[in-house]
């Protein structure tokens, strides 16, 4: 089975903290992405990438950066955190392009 | 640019009865996912939906498809309380990598 792992379940930050948010999966995916859920509006896609060192922009990304040094891992940063960024953050991989997506559980992040 | 939209947002109905869930999309997309949240868990890839009259089926839950109408339905029949979850829908655009954007969700809830 596919692991997606993300290192925290829960965060609390403070405005103007910059935060990572980790994701690792275990099944030398090619393709990796950040989604944001809020209730009413679903996922939103924040960045994804689709090779080492690659990122693409997402429908949201005002506010974020990621990082992909290492093929297994996804960084999430929020460079100076905000409070209209409180939400649950999910990390997902794929395959390939044709291959469905396989979600973590997700990291809940208030920020204060 | 896709959009996904889903209704009913929110269902809730009585065990052994039949309901469906739609999906509209507004532009063409190269298949179709659902996937399912149970509260407080990660998503759960449930169909693929890859060309125009695709069906799928696994237990109580039947996935279609109708790219001419840009409509993708979920089929419950004879409910039964642990189908109890949030259900998603998404479009994908190909960029790269397999984009999914998601439709709103729809929090369905089945009573004894």
């Known amino acids: 089975d596919v692991k997606v792992t993300q290192s925290s379940r829960y965060l609390v930050k403070r405005t103007g903290e910059k935060v990572f948010l980790e994701c690792v999966q275990d099944?030398?995916?090619?393709?990796m992405f950040w989604y944001r859920q809020d209730p009413g509006l679903g996922l939103r896609l924040i960045y994804f990438?689709?090779?080492?060192?690659?990122?693409e922009k997402g429908d949201i990304p005002e506010g974020y950066s990621v990082s992909r040094e290492k093929k297994e891992r996804f960084s999430l940063i929020l460079e100076s955190a905000s409070t209209n960024q409180t939400s649950m953050y999910l990390c997902?991989?794929?395959?390939?392009?044709?291959?469905?997506?396989?979600f973590g559980n997700g990291t809940r992040l208030t920020v204060t | 640019e896709l959009k996904v939209e889903q209704n009913p947002l929110f269902l809730s109905m009585q065990e052994g009865k039949n309901y469906t869930i739609y999906c509209n999309y507004s532009?063409?997309?190269?298949?179709l996912y659902w996937y399912r949240q149970d509260p407080g868990k990660s998503l759960e890839s449930l169909f693929v939906?890859?060309?125009?009259?695709a069906v799928k089926q696994e237990g109580r839950l039947m996935a279609s498809l109708d790219t001419k109408a840009r409509l993708s339905t979920l089929h419950i029949t004879a409910a039964v309380h642990d189908l109890s979850a949030t259900y998603f829908c998404?479009?994908?655009?190909?960029?790269?990598?397999?984009?999914?954007?998601f439709g709103q969700g729809t929090r369905l809830t089945i009573n004894p």
């Open positions: 997902a991989s794929s395959l390939d392009g044709n291959s469905p997506l396989h």
């Open positions: 998404a479009g994908v655009i190909i960029q790269g990598a397999q984009k999914l954007v």
């Open positions: 532009t063409t997309s190269d298949r």
């Open positions: 099944m030398d995916h090619e393709n």
């Open positions: 990438s689709y090779d080492v060192k690659m990122k």
């Open positions: 939906l890859l060309s125009n009259g």
